[in-house]
């Protein structure tokens, strides 16, 4: 059973659309977080939400709108693609203040 | 400011040999540290962490880390590299409130024949 799953794996798409990301978590944690990985392999958080609620929240453009339904699923969704969006975006889940894990990434590429 | 410095941007080893990375961290508070492995095209791997206690931790696929905090630094090791480890390797510092995770820029290790 996969612990940490995002879907889609990939996913290509043009300059200017709407897209979302999902991400589930089976592993009973309680917070869960979105980064995002650029082209130099560098990490950087987004959001993180704990029990639903937004905790942290970065320097990111207001295109990027994270929502936690339960405890088990934060989705994010992007508008109004841009080229510099392109990359790669990791979902991860934790209990609180402890080991985050990992799902497989997201690949976007925006043309 | 939070930060962490991975100095090696590129390391090559031959199979068999040892390995050490480098990882230096600057953090206000007692740090929570990690490190993560990323395989080509794969999501990140934790590999070991050092919450508090001794500060030699052991994680898997035989790597180990020490914590010293008077150099703030949190070095990984392992005794023989396979060349499988080939990997891009990812050194971490979390803890406060949130547990956010600041990462170092990684370092990739090839590994030959």
């Known amino acids: 059973d996969t612990a940490v799953s995002q879907t889609p794996k990939y996913l290509v798409t043009q300059m200017g659309n709407d897209k979302s990301i999902k991400c589930e978590q089976n592993?009973?944690?309680?917070?869960m977080y979105w980064y995002k990985q650029d082209s130099k392999k560098f990490l950087k958080i987004m959001f993180s939400y704990n029990n639903k609620e937004l905790i942290i929240n970065e320097t990111v453009p207001n295109r990027f709108s994270p929502k936690s339904p339960d405890k088990a699923h934060l989705n994010l969704h992007i508008n109004s693609l841009e080229l510099g969006d392109s990359a790669v975006y990791f979902c991860?889940?934790?209990?609180?203040?402890?080991?985050?894990?990992f799902g497989p990434g997201t690949r976007l590429l925006v043309l | 400011a939070q930060s962490v410095t991975q100095p090696d941007i590129h390391i090559t080893v031959s199979e068999g040999a040892s390995l050490e990375l480098r990882c230096n961290y600057s953090y206000g508070a007692t740090p929570y540290l990690f490190w993560y492995v990323q395989s080509p095209g794969q999501g990140l791997q934790l590999l070991l962490k050092?919450?508090?206690?001794?500060?030699l931790v052991q994680g898997i696929k035989g790597f180990e880390a020490e914590f010293k905090r008077s150099q703030s630094s949190f070095n990984l090791r392992k005794p023989s590299v396979h060349w499988s480890d080939a990997a891009e390797y990812f050194c971490?510092?979390?803890?406060?409130?949130?547990?956010?995770?600041?990462f170092g820029a990684g370092t990739r290790l090839a590994v030959h024949p």
């Open positions: 991860a889940s934790s209990r609180y203040q402890e080991t985050q894990y």
């Open positions: 592993l009973g944690h309680d917070t």
């Open positions: 050092y919450f508090s206690g001794d500060t």
């Open positions: 971490a510092v979390g803890g406060g409130g949130y547990n956010k995770l600041i």
